[in-house]
């Protein structure tokens, strides 16, 4: 056997999970990891960007990770812990969150009718996300925050996602937390995390910054063509990397097409996969303390972001002094693209910070737009036994998967992390 020094790993695609894969060979005495990334920074979604003296994350992004290994190299970065300040906006109200279990600021006839729905719901067993929402809140609060939400948020209707996924990601309905809180406004964190962490300096990106040191990174590389027969990856610039061993990240569609002598069935399948994109509209504002929460979820199907955060409330270092910051995401996919121009898109995000009483547009420094092509794997029906027989045949020809959109999974980053370390100690261990 060869010793683990000699083998030599080629990873496509430094984002944390690449990142994370090329660090722990390094950790395992292994020198011989190459990470070529299209990009010319290393992060993938963690990456962060700058306009005009504001630091802006590639969505939310806070760390909240209970895995003790993670912790053990996520806290090494000097971090405020938040905790969950979450709200939800439905015009005119700020409910706190989860919105069902904070119905008081709504009227007697609505939380009678919200509540009767509740203890009416079906005990069918669900067959899909939109009968498990009314299985968990009854019609009326699905109906109203939920199905609305998950449009949005997922670009597709709730009738077409499945289950999986749910898993610690939901909060399930509670008879005594519904009641509560619609009869009282002193309600308790009812977040599925009790604290958020985030870098004091540098953005989430700090997080895994120290891990980039010494890393044998090719930035700038694009890859195009992958044969597992002669374990050659070559690149758009014309280049090519010979390897012992592969670890893909890039998204699992996007891989299938660069590889030779695919199986029609399993090109077919690849293709059956696809994801949310997110359109990011970052807001410098020319007032402190602007933006009333961490962070909050817009429910009215005529605005359309799913999700907004504060700049400033993750840290004070993002913003300049006497300034606030806002990003709202707004999700779409190749199935329901988003069919409004970006000076449009502009003008929306104006008209909501008005209406949310958050800036006027005498106030507003700049609106930044941005898109990123991958946001969320998307769990429609049916999608794992798919995704699985691709993932299989990939694993049978030697590709090892690691991340979101390499195993096509809902990673959080923590998971995703983890995701590496697991890939490549499955070839040093």
Not at 133 to 140: F, I, M, R, T
Not at 155 to 168: K, R
Not at 255 to 284: C, H, N, Y
Not at 351 to 365: R, S, W
Request: aromatic content about 12%.
């Amino acid at each position: 056997m060869q010793p683990s020094t000699s083998k030599k790993i080629l990873i496509l695609g430094a984002g944390i999970a690449g990142i994370s894969a090329a660090y722990h060979a390094k950790l395992q005495g292994n020198h011989n990891a190459l990470i070529l990334e299209k990009s010319m920074r290393a992060g993938g979604l963690l990456n962060n960007f700058e306009v005009e003296g504001f630091r802006f994350d590639q969505a939310i992004h806070l760390s909240f990770t209970k895995d003790e290994y993670v912790r053990s190299v996520f806290d090494e970065v000097p971090h405020y812990a938040h905790y969950p300040d979450v709200y939800c906006y439905e015009t005119p109200h700020w409910l706190k969150h989860p919105v069902q279990n904070n119905l008081f600021q709504l009227s007697i006839e609505e939380r009678v009718s919200l509540i009767k729905s509740f203890f009416s719901r079906p005990d069918s067993q669900p067959q899909n996300f939109y009968e498990w929402l009314v299985h968990q809140y009854g019609e009326e609060i699905a109906n109203r925050y939920p199905v609305p939400y998950t449009k949005k948020y997922w670009a597709t209707e709730p009738v077409n996602l499945g289950l999986d996924w749910i898993s610690g990601r939901m909060r399930r309905a509670s008879a005594d937390e519904i009641l509560h809180g619609s009869m009282t406004s002193k309600t308790g964190n009812g977040y599925y995390a009790q604290e958020m962490r985030y870098p004091k300096e540098g953005g989430y990106r700090a997080f895994i910054e120290p891990l980039l040191k010494d890393l044998n990174i090719h930035l700038s590389k694009h890859v195009v063509a992958v044969d597992v027969s002669k374990r050659i990856v070559k690149c758009a610039d014309g280049s090519e990397y010979g390897y012992d061993y592969l670890v893909n990240t890039l998204p699992l569609p996007l891989f299938v097409e660069m590889l030779k002598d695919v199986p029609a069935t399993i090109r077919e399948a690849a293709k059956t996969l696809w994801a949310t994109q997110v359109d990011l509209l970052s807001v410098g504002i020319s007032k402190p303390d602007a933006v009333p929460h961490l962070w909050f979820y817009l429910y009215d199907e005529g605005l359309l972001p799913a999700r907004a955060y504060s700049v400033g409330h993750k840290s004070p270092s993002n913003i300049p002094t006497g300034c606030s910051a806002i990003q709202f995401e707004i999700y779409s996919s190749p199935r329901r693209p988003l069919a409004i121009n970006v000076e449009s898109l502009n003008q929306h995000v104006l008209e909501i910070l008005d209406k949310l009483g958050i800036a006027k547009q005498e106030d507003v420094i700049f609106v930044d737009h941005r898109s990123l092509p991958y946001g969320n794997v998307v769990f429609d029906l049916g999608m794992e036994d798919t995704r699985n027989i691709v993932r299989e045949y990939l694993y049978a020809i030697g590709v090892l998967l690691a991340g979101r959109f390499g195993e096509w999974e809902y990673y959080w980053s923590d998971q995703a992390f983890m995701s590496g370390k697991n890939a490549v100690e499955k070839i040093l261990l």
